[in-house]
């Protein structure tokens, strides 16, 4: 029986032998016994029943201690945030809320070795204790730390920590680096070699050849300051994607603003503004960012022949921000990686056109720092279109053009 309980043995009084005293008593009575004396009898007689009755006997049962502490232990294990698992031998007596996510319900009552199905994770479970890296446990790329600790010689834990996604970071930053490295190399050989020629007294370069160096080296200075320009505003930007945005800022009024200063440049007829009032919560200079390089990308690789749209409109709580060109469009297979720092989908049309490769990362991480959405839609031959939706604090209906 589980639960403490207890239980008493003999301890009723005994009713027979009274019951016989008294008619022994009632007897004395009728022999002609003094009463006092049969009733003294009588007295003594059951007094020495109770003094003799048999003590109560106890019996105190105690609960399992094994299921005391598997219970602890399963209490114990429960509100971890990382998958934890309780061993009973190789079997898996209990597994957190974590665990169950990770691997699955059913783990709960199977052999380690069938739950866990990884030959690193089954080496681990033939030692006492130790930790492993195991690769390839939850999907593909999943980089799990497992580690066994034991409890005593019957019970022990595991636990496992998700590194999946330090090593998505750490490779993500040395990709970084090498493409960084890469881009601000090209144009630093290029202006070195020109003027280490134009430098060279032996070279006899003559005044159209010199100024045609002089023209690449002040281009590809300019693409280098680019790079630089963009390499920081990118930092800046992942430094404060934590902090959200506070000033109210009507994003029509301020794409048309920018769509006017783009006209004066690039032309009237290269860009059609269509837009309404819609206030959202953001950093000016941020949102600024976002729609003049969404208007210089659609310009850069848009029909030079056709206007670029670019448009703010409400749509029920969202204000949606769209540009959309008239060029050659983008294959599928390029758009998932577009967002991707020093992405391209032609490397040589996008430098020539002065392309750093980081417009659209920017842009990305802007959008995610204002909790919007940012949606690229292209059909090759037809043209490409950039959509960010961000949620609106007010909603005038002044219209504007």
Same mark, same amino acid.
């Given at each position: 029986?589980?639960?403490n309980?207890?239980d ?10 009274? =019951? ?11 022999? +002609?016994?003094?009463?006092?004396l049969?009733?003294? &009898? ?6 020495? !029943?109770w =003094? ?11 609960p399992?201690?094994?299921?005391v502490?598997?219970?602890a ?17 190789q079997? @898996?007596?209990?597994a ?13 009552g199977?052999d ?7 030959p690193?994770?089954?080496? =681990? ?13 939850? +999907? ?10 034991? @409890? ?5 834990l ?6 999946t ?9 040395t990709?970084f680096?090498?493409n ?11 202006i ?16 159209a ?7 690449? &080296? ?21 430094a ?13 009024l !301020?794409?048309?603003?920018?769509g ?6 690039? +032309?009237?007829e ?8 819609? &206030? ?55 758009i998932?990686?577009?967002?991707r720092?020093?992405?391209?989908t ?12 980081? +417009? ?9 720092r ?6 690229i839609?292209?059909k ?5 279109s950039?959509?960010?939706?961000l ?8 219209? !504007?053009?």
């Open positions: 029986m589980n639960g309980k207890t008493m043995v003999g301890s009723s009084f005994p009713w027979s032998s009274v =019951l016989v005293a008294m008619g022994t008593c009632a007897v004395m009575l009728v022999i +002609g016994v003094y009463p006092v049969a009733i003294a &009898v009588l007295i003594v007689w059951v007094g020495t !029943l =003094l003799s009755r048999p003590e109560p006997v106890v019996e105190v049962r105690v399992d201690e094994g299921s502490s598997r219970q232990m399963v209490d114990l294990v429960e509100p971890f945030s990382v998958p934890v698992l309780m061993l009973d031998s079997r @898996i007596a209990a957190n809320a974590a665990a169950r996510e990770a691997l699955g319900p059913h783990i709960v199977q380690a070795r069938v739950a866990l199905r990884h690193e994770a089954i080496t =681990l479970l033939d030692k006492p204790q130790g930790t492993v890296m195991v690769r390839g446990l939850t +999907g593909a790329r999943s980089i799990w730390q497992v580690r066994r600790v034991a @409890i005593d010689q019957r019970f022990s595991i636990e496992m920590v998700n590194r996604a330090e090593a998505d970071i750490s490779r993500s930053h990709d680096v090498a960084a490295s890469h881009e601000l190399r090209t144009p630093l050989a290029s070195i070699g020109y003027i280490e020629t134009l430098a060279d007294p032996d070279a006899k370069v003559d005044a050849t010199a100024a045609r160096f002089h023209n690449t &080296v002040l281009r590809e200075s300019r693409r280098l300051q680019s790079l630089v320009e963009d390499l920081m505003s990118l930092s800046r930007i992942e404060e994607k934590h902090d959200l945005p506070r000033e109210q800022i009507d994003l029509g !301020l794409a048309a603003s920018i006017s200063e783009v006209a004066c440049t690039a +032309g009237e290269r860009i059609a503004v269509q837009v309404t009032d819609a &206030v959202v919560t953001g950093d000016r200079q941020q949102l600024d960012q976002v729609i003049r390089n969404l208007i210089d990308n659609a310009l850069k690789y848009g029909d030079a022949g056709q206007p670029v749209s670019v448009e703010v409109a409400r749509d029920g709580h969202e204000a949606v921000f769209s540009v959309t060109d008239r060029g050659e469009g983008i294959h599928p297979d390029h998932p990686y577009l967002t720092r020093f992405y391209r032609d490397p040589g049309r996008s430098r020539a056109a002065g392309g750093t490769g980081l +417009g659209l990362a920017i842009v990305k991480h802007i959008v995610e204002h909790r919007g959405k940012l949606d839609s292209s090759v031959g037809e043209g490409t950039v959509t960010v939706r949620a609106l604090t007010a909603s005038p209906s002044k219209e !504007l053009s």
